[in-house]
């Protein structure tokens, strides 16, 4: 563990008060107001960082730890996706080269992000966007190390990126898996927010599971501390439970707006409130009907 002389604070500006080296040159960080868990990555010529936090300035305080800690320039950075804890500080890294999923722009632009940028204080003229967006698949060679950006699929948002660290066997999966706990009830547990599409993210939790298969493997979430392959494989389970009771409440007849207070759910309901209708939606949309009733064969 090093100390890389800030002081923690709860205002956005602050940057990390303790870095952790989780991996041969891995550290992970903290940023608040939201607790959000930032990465970086030293190779030979430089640094990435994953994640920005919550406005320019805490970049620019996140930019000015990392290299204070590891005496290394910043060449690059990577946001996992686009809520305002991860991508509102691109602005403070305008000459290196950022890196995240080609929906970002789209998501940075929203009605959203420009309001939750006002209750933040940023200016919306502040929000940046990659500057290397892919639809796939990139890397970042920094100098006798590469790192690879994947977009696996949707799930916390359309556009999840994970990073990927192989001589280190560290991968940053962003909010697709959370380990921090729940403020309901101290639980573990990832946030369906109303951009989450809860359907498809348990396929995509399948592929981040295939990177992180063998047992020596750190998966470092968005928030909380690093997973085991166990706590993915209960936390995949627990997303897929979702969409099924999703699926389950539909075919029921039950309307979007009393599913999340009739549904069963893995999480606290608070977790879910805001993907359930929308995925509802979808569903309905897509065709998916209440099942006929059942007659008694035999009668009574």
Known sequence: MANNGDVPGDGSAAGP???VEVADRVWTGVLEPDAVTIGLVAGGDGLLVVDTGS???QGAALRASAERLTGLPV???VVTHAHSDHAFGLAAFDDVDTFGHEGLADELA????RARAAELGVDPGDLRTPSRPFALAAGVDLGARWVELAHLGVGHTRSDVVVVVPDARVVFVGDLAESAPSPVDGSPAPWFG???VPEEWAATLDAVLGLVA?????AVPGHGPVM?????????GQVAAVAGEVERLVRAGVPAERAVAEGRWPFPAEHVAEGVPVAHARLVAA???????QLPLLGR
């Open 228 to 236: 085991t392959v166990q706590d993915l494989m209960l936390q995949r």
């Open 194 to 196: 109303p951009d989450s």
């Open 214 to 218: 063998r047992g020596d493997v750190r």
């Open 287 to 293: 065709g998916v009907r209440p099942d006929p009733p």
């Open 75 to 77: 060449r690059a950075v």
């Open 17 to 19: 008060g303790t870095w």
């Open 55 to 57: 406005t320019p300035a």
């Open 110 to 113: 929203s009605a959203p992000a």
